[in-house]
């Protein structure tokens, strides 16, 4: 099998396990189409520089400071620098993920830094970026690669955040997220 | 049976809210589960979990320093106790150092098993359940019904009211708008407690990481938010290996809800910079509380394998009737009877192990392959040893074992009950025919019972002979079946004889913790069967056939009569249940199908023993298709009858409503016959059918068999 068609092959099975617990999937070619999704994402969401309206962008390896720039150029009430009160009073947060599991939907992140638990934590919606090179097949296969020894938090994060303790209904959206939208990305590399 | 008990299983029966939300769950869960275990080899998977845990809880004492070592070479505080006062103590004196006025807390069972809360708050401690199940019960004023979800055993209303009473006006009961109260209400408790306490789900030894499993991302928030985190983690969660996470993983989550993967799950090997760019005080509390104890008993060492799951529950014919409350405050159903019986004490055990009604179903999906059943029985059998035999028990079972007096005794009582019954005596009869569950018909008791029946039949001079193993419901309720096993075994040419010696198969003394009686009843019918020189021992009641094949070994084993192990292994070898050894005669050419047989439609009830003890389950389904017959499969067909033995005469309450359900269920199928191997079940289920008038026919699958061979 080419590794073209293998490679669409778990993109699929990731992309329906994740609607599957009611993740939001989109793939783009390049970061660049990535950073115009985000935007446009945020104008939609209606972010805007003023309380409760801010979106808030853990440091991560894909965007430098030209970018950064161009970001809170376009969307006012973009922050960049993350603290608990601005994370807590964000409607967007967004991170790039390390990993994603192909049989379970998951991302997995190496979660030291605790901007990127918060921005993944406490708005309502979560924007999770991720290489699709950095697509693996499952379970094991990531717990193979991580090193508790180099990283002391590791979070994996599969669909927004549920509850089922009333009579068993399933609801979204308790304590974490209500939405997450995942974007996976072709040509950005492989974080770890 | 106290009737504080009693009166608990009564409230909880009546509480439609309760018995609604755990049944319907249960249906759901069931299918839930063959789901997300799709393409999943779930038995290799267990052998591997219960392989690590196993290994694990054998070294303890080696892993808990690891573990140690490794977490505090990372900057962890670790501390270790048996001592379930000496964590509270330690907590507390943290809070009260650091300065602590509010906690936020994660589930963690731990905490309830030691009661935690109660002692935070009496020094003045605000402490805040986040799991919203946790919450809801925390302000309820009650205590969790199920391990994985706390509040399972409430309506939307009740939590509306509660969140009313104790919160805030004015809420509905509207499902979506209670969460988002309780996400507004709680998220301000995560951003200003200055303590996150958790449980965690695994602990590896080799790095000194804790692995936190949660669906509403409330543990992310407590190990994030405060300054100071505290873990607390029984010894049972110890894993040697990093790698050891990925089979627990995998399964925990199919296993408690059905899920791929939760919704997070957080691995934390040391402490991790705060928001304010401190670094995180990080503490593990390793607590004990007699699991090291637990770990040196050689037959509860294996209940540590649990991985706190739930499942146990989740499939109980009983718990999804009385919920968790009936059994306790802190760890409920199966391996909850177990665990308080081990961290409180075996004599809180005594009234709830006797909820097990032996079906077996828990000990199938259980992701650590834990022998629950088996391990009620132990329980059962060490509060016999502690507290005794009771004097009417003993009785009884002096009247089991001697058949003919047996006999002449249920035979006066079926005929008039009441005097009997008024002795208070019958109802203590192990097994069978008392009457005093309303809900079922009771089979006459045959005037002439099987042992005399049998000498009456002409049967042929054969080469080849069986004994057949009668039980006491086939040789004194049901001599018509054994009549069939005969006429069946003998057009295949085998001579069936019905060795007199033979007495009870002492499922009614090991049930009742009484294995000293069990062993003698085991040893007596191993002498009278392998007295005869038989080329097959053929039992027709699955009870029976297990006690033979398998409970004899164990009986004399657990009673130190090890040297009539090897004649009891002789005897195990030689036994055969009915359809199975009917099967091989089939295969063999030896009994040929009349031709012409009228097409008929029929259900099939799996009897607890005959499926998940003698796997033969889809014997009789194949023998009866060849047969021309067509099976109409009932929903939910291994699951119990509600006779086990005796437990419909001590249980009635529960075993009624079990047996509902089933009648519900054969009926749903609309088929006018209902085939099962087990004589009991014939029993409890067609006393049923007939108290409603109903028109299918009840039959053992041995009596249609006959009638359909040439």
Redesign the interface.
């Known amino acids: 099998m080419n590794a073209i068609l293998e490679s669409s092959q778990v993109f699929e099975s990731f992309r329906t ?1 994740a609607e599957a ?1 009611s993740a939001q999937v989109e793939r783009v070619a390049t970061s660049e189409l990535a950073l115009e999704l985000i935007i446009s994402k945020l104008h939609l969401e209606g972010v805007r520089d003023e309380a409760h309206c801010y979106a808030v962008w853990a440091e991560c390896p894909m965007i430098g400071t030209p970018e950064k720039k161009r970001l809170e150029a376009a969307v006012p009430g973009l922050k960049f620098d993350v ?2 009160e601005l994370a ?1 009073d964000a409607k967007v947060g967004v991170s790039q993920m390390d990993w994603a599991l192909a ?4 991302l997995v992140q190496r ?4 901007d990127r ?2 921005v993944s ?2 708005p309502l919606l979560h924007i999770a970026l991720v290489a699709t090179a950095a697509l693996l097949p499952d ?2 296969s990531v ?2 690669r ?1 090193d ?2 180099k ?19 399933l ?1 979204i ?5 209500e939405r997450l939208l995942i974007v996976l990305v072709d040509d950005l590399e492989v974080t770890a | 049976m106290k009737q504080e008990f009693k009166q608990s299983i009564l409230d909880a029966l009546a509480n439609p809210n309760l018995t609604g ?1 755990l049944g ?2 249960s249906v ?1 869960y069931r299918a839930g589960r063959a789901k997300a275990y799709e393409g999943v080899d779930f038995e290799a998977l267990r052998d591997q979990i219960a392989e690590i845990k196993s290994s694990a809880s054998s070294q303890f004492d080696v892993l808990a320093e690891r573990f140690s070592q490794a977490a505090e070479a ?1 900057g962890t505080k670790v501390f270790r106790t048996n001592d379930p006062q000496a964590v509270k103590d330690y907590i507390l004196r943290l809070a009260q150092d650091r300065g602590v006025k509010r906690i936020a807390k994660s589930k963690s069972m731990a905490t309830e098993e030691i009661h935690l809360n109660k002692h935070l708050e009496k020094a003045g401690i605000d402490v805040q359940e ?4 946790e919450w ?1 019960i925390q302000l309820a004023g009650q205590t969790p019904s199920h391990m994985v ?4 055993h ?3 209303e009740e ?1 509306a009211d509660v969140f009313s009473n104790k919160v805030e006006d004015g809420q509905k009961p509207d ?2 708008k ?3 109260f ?2 507004g209400k ?2 301000p408790m ?2 200003s407690a200055e303590m996150g306490i958790s449980g965690a789900n695994i602990a ?1 030894a080799e ?3 804790i692995v936190i499993v949660t ?4 543990a ?2 407590v ?3 405060p300054k100071i985190h505290v873990a607390i983690v029984g010894l049972e969660k110890l894993v040697e290996h ?2 050891d ?2 089979p627990i ?2 399964a925990l989550p199919k296993s408690a ?1 059905a ?17 304010d760019g401190s670094a995180k005080e990080l503490h593990v509390i390793l607590m004990d509380n007699r699991r090291n104890e637990m770990s040196h008993d050689p037959r509860f060492k294996q209940a540590l394998q649990c991985i706190r799951c739930a499942s146990c529950l989740n499939v109980c014919p009983v718990f999804r009737l009385v919920g968790g409350h009936v059994f306790g405050k802190v760890y409920t159903g199966g391996i909850g009877t177990i665990l308080t019986a081990w961290f409180s004490a075996l004599k809180e055990s005594d009234e709830i192990q006797s909820l097990c009604i032996q079906c077996g179903n828990c000990k199938d999906v259980c992701p650590g392959k834990i022998d629950i059943p088996d391990l009620i029985l132990e329980l059962r059998r060490r509060l016999a040893v502690e507290q005794g035999q009771p004097l009417i028990q003993k009785a009884i079972f002096s009247v089991v074992n001697n058949r003919r007096l047996f006999h002449t005794m249920m035979r006066a009582a079926s005929i008039g009950q009441k005097p009997f019954a008024k002795q208070g005596f019958i109802r203590h009869l192990p097994l069978f025919l008392s009457n005093m569950t309303e809900n079922r018909s009771l089979p006459a008791i045959a005037d002439v019972p099987f042992r005399d029946r049998i000498k009456q039949i002409e049967q042929p001079k054969c080469t080849e002979k069986a004994a057949f193993y009668g039980g006491c419901l086939i040789d004194f309720a049901y001599p018509g079946m054994g009549e069939s096993v005969v006429k069946v075994l003998n057009k295949a040419g085998i001579e069936v004889i019905f060795p007199e010696g033979q007495t009870c198969c002492g499922a009614p003394a090991r049930y009742s913790g009484a294995y000293e009686v069990a062993a003698q009843n085991g040893a007596d019918n191993i002498k009278a069967l392998l007295g005869e020189d038989v080329d097959y021992i053929v039992s027709a009641c699955p009870t029976c056939t297990v006690a033979l094949k398998h409970d004899f070994i164990a009986n004399l084993e657990s009673v130190g009569r090890t040297e009539e192990l090897p004649a009891a292994r002789r005897l195990a070898e030689k036994v055969v249940d009915f359809s199975t050894l009917a099967s091989q005669l089939v295969e063999q050419g030896r009994l040929k199908f009349k031709a012409g047989i009228e097409p008929m439609k029929f259900t099939y009830h799996d009897s607890c023993h005959f499926k998940r003890t003698l796997h033969a389950d889809q014997t009789p389904r194949k023998l009866m298709k060849q047969a021309g017959y067509e099976v109409v499969e009932m929903e939910e067909a291994d699951m119990c009858c509600g006779m086990g033995g005796s437990y419909s005469i001590k249980l009635p309450e529960i075993s009624a409503p079990i047996l509902e359900r089933k009648l519900v269920n054969i009926e749903k199928t609309g088929v006018p016959l209902l085939l099962i191997d087990c004589p009991g079940c014939v029993m409890q289920i067609g006393g049923g059918l007939d108290k409603r008038a109903s028109n299918i026919k009840v039959e053992h699958t041995a009596q249609r068999l006959a009638e359909c061979l040439e």
């Open positions: 396990r617990v603290t608990r807590a049989n379970t939907g998951t979660a030291d830094e605790v638990r918060l934590t406490l379970l094991p717990l193979a991580i508790p020894a990283s002391k938090y590791f979070s994996f994060i599969t669909g927004p955040s549920r509850t089922a303790d009333i009579e068993r209904v609801t959206g308790v304590h974490g997220p | 939300a319907n769950f759901a990372q986040t799991d919203l199940g809801i979800m706390p509040a399972i409430m309506t939307k939590v499902i979506p209670l969460v988002k309780a996400r709680l998220r995560f951003l590896v790095t000194g990481s669906n509403e991302g409330n992310r928030l190990t994030t938010l990093f790698q996470i990925a993983l995998i809800t899920q791929l993967l939760t919704s997070y799950v957080s691995i934390i090997s040391g402490p991790v910079p705060n928001t």
